[in-house]
């Protein structure tokens, strides 16, 4: 794993990454097992990723443990996961404080049960000072949901006369996202070989190096972190110029 470590040009690390943490379910099936199994070893795979981002010096990484659409699974399920993430947030409060790691929450926070937001405004609270690392947990998360209320945020300032219809320009629509105070994901990871997005950060992954991979969740491990990091860091950045220009830019002048 060190030559891995050694490998990455801790330069150009990506300052932020988002993983959407697939494959839960077909890992427990696949042993035989029930879902919530899968869900509940895949909570080593988030504090082992954790671990990894912390020390590696990664400023953001946001985890999508749950999609607005996953409250349509059957309740057992739903259940489970919800009794999951209070446990580990509870568990998990002290090895946050001691990694010095800020935990934020984006997404549909209604929606949660009471006591899965009492236990998460707990970890907020008892988290908000630290400066390493920011953990960012998308829960009951969507962009289509996230949209619509930022139109609507919009609409009502426009209403009552703090900002004006034809101010807005590019800058407008991120400040409403629940994402305004990160810089956008540079490197977006899916695990478990789907190839979507699933609703997940739409506007602010336009220009994010996007990994798939075929591991599932629960297996994925630092050394899987480091193998995207690699390869993102040996992809062109281009932003739409050619690639000529880039390297233009990236040559040391003498
Ligand atoms: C991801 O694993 C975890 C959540 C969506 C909560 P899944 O539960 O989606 O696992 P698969 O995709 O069915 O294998
Ligand atoms: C996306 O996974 C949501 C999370 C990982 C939390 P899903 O398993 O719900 O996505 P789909 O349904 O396969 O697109
Ligand atoms: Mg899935």
Do not use: C
């Amino acid at each position: 794993m060190q030559d891995l470590i050694d490998k990455i040009d801790k330069q150009k690390l990506p300052r932020h990454i988002a993983i959407i943490m697939d494959g839960n379910g077909r890992w427990a099936e696949e042993k035989g097992e029930d879902r919530l199994f899968g869900h509940f070893h895949g909570v080593a795979s988030v504090r082992n990723i954790i671990e990894g981002s912390a020390e590696l010096g990664i400023e953001y990484l946001t985890l999508y443990a749950f999609s607005t659409e996953n409250w349509d699974r059957p309740q057992q399920e739903v259940d489970g996961l919800m009794s999951l993430l209070v446990d580990t947030i509870r568990k998990e409060i002290s090895v946050l404080n001691k990694n010095n790691i800020k935990l934020h929450v984006i997404g549909d926070m209604q929606m949660l049960p009471e006591f899965a937001k009492e236990a998460l405004q707990e970890a907020l609270e008892m988290t908000s000072q630290n400066t390493g690392l920011n953990l960012i947990m998308a829960l009951s998360y969507s962009s289509r949901w996230e949209l619509e209320n930022a139109v609507k945020n919009i609409a009502f300032d426009i209403e009552a006369g703090k900002i004006k219809a034809s101010d807005i320009n590019q800058n407008t629509l991120p400040q409403y996202l629940t994402t305004s105070n990160f810089p956008d994901p540079e490197l977006m990871i899916r695990t478990s070989g789907e190839y979507r997005i699933s609703n997940f950060l739409l506007y602010q992954l336009a220009y994010a190096e996007l990994y798939f991979t075929n591991t599932r969740w629960p297996d994925f491990r630092k050394e899987n972190l480091y193998e995207a990091i690699l390869d993102f860091q040996g992809r062109e950045r281009r932003f739409g110029k050619t690639g000529r220009q880039i390297q233009a830019t990236e040559e040391p002048s003498s």
